[in-house]
């Protein structure tokens, strides 16, 4: 009896607990991996923040943006590189311009010390740079002070546009440098007929520009001030200053950029201190690898104004707000 009892205890079926948490859920809040033949199952692709489609993404990304950085860099690097085998083939070809190994030579030692000073016509070109661009500051400065308001007022006013269209229209197409003289002749000083110079070529493209943006102002914003009766100074600050900067900021754009153009030929004349008359004083000296420097600072000087420029009309822009 005692071993049928322990039989009939051992054939009793065994009671199964539920799991503490459902299985299904479970299952999701970890990855299931099957280990077959000594190998485990990865996540699909795509599954996950880190799966094989974000990385892909990435990747397509980096790609996008090395293509647009290789499309900026690369056009203006081929164009340098032609330049410089142009260059390099005229001069071996001519034996009198100086290649650009030569150049950059003399731009190193140039550059080693460019501001020393060994007595009022032997300076440093990089004090010579700086005189040219006081000259350009102060004769920009003037013809902003004046050409801005003119052209104010010429765009605002029918009648003082057509009584001074024709004198402008004479003067404007006349050679800056055909100022010179009468500069001589009036401040006795080689300097201030520079500042002169860069004054009567930089103000007509600030009159001509702000003009033309005081005109194309639409109308109605003009009624609507009318009927609202605001002042005059109301209406240039409120209403056209904003409409007219960008045409204003272009006109000053082309104004600097015809001043440091202006003032290199004006010192060659005049002589003292500035980039054009140590352009003028190293052809004096047969230093044509300096000259060939000079170009490129000049130019160099000359894109850093304009991108100046640029950066100000963007800040300033209110279009792009």
Request: hydrophobic fraction near 50%; proline fraction near 7%.
């Amino acid at each position: 009896m005692g071993a049928v009892a322990v039989l009939k205890l051992a054939e009793a079926p065994t009671k199964v607990e539920p799991a503490p948490v459902n299985a299904a859920v479970a299952a999701t809040e970890r990855p299931v991996t099957v280990e077959r033949s000594g190998q485990t199952a990865s996540p699909a692709p795509g599954a996950g923040v880190g799966g094989w489609g974000a990385t892909s993404d990435l990747a397509q990304a980096r790609n996008d943006r090395f293509r647009e950085v290789a499309k900026t860099i690369i056009p203006p690097v081929f164009g340098m590189i032609l330049m410089l085998g142009i260059w390099a083939v005229v001069a071996t070809r001519s034996g009198s311009i100086p290649g650009p190994g030569q150049t950059w030579v003399a731009a190193v030692k140039l550059f080693a010390d460019p501001f020393y000073r060994n007595g009022p016509n032997d300076q440093g070109i990089g004090w010579n740079v700086l005189s040219s661009l006081q000259r350009v500051g102060i004769g920009f400065g003037f013809a902003a002070l004046v050409g801005i308001p003119m052209g104010f007022l010429l765009g605002r006013f029918t009648f003082m546009h057509r009584m001074f269209d024709p004198i402008i229209s004479l003067l404007r197409p006349v050679s800056p440098l055909a100022w010179l003289p009468i500069g001589l002749l009036v401040f006795k000083r080689a300097d201030p007929a520079a500042t002169w110079t860069i004054f009567i070529c930089s103000i007509w493209p600030m009159i001509l520009n702000t003009a033309q943006g005081v005109q194309r102002v639409p109308q109605d914003y003009l009624n609507v001030a009318r009927v609202l009766g605001l002042p005059e100074s109301k209406v240039i600050t409120k209403i056209l200053f904003p409409a007219v900067l960008p045409y204003m900021l272009t006109g000053i754009r082309l104004s600097i950029g015809t001043a440091w153009l202006v003032i290199v030929a004006a010192e060659m004349l005049t002589g003292g201190v500035g980039i054009g008359f140590w352009v003028w004083d190293e052809w004096n000296n047969l230093k044509v690898e300096h000259i060939i420097v000079a170009i490129f600072v000049i130019g160099l000087v000359g894109l850093i104004l304009e991108q100046l420029l640029l950066l100000l009309a963007r800040r300033f822009s209110y279009e792009s707000r």
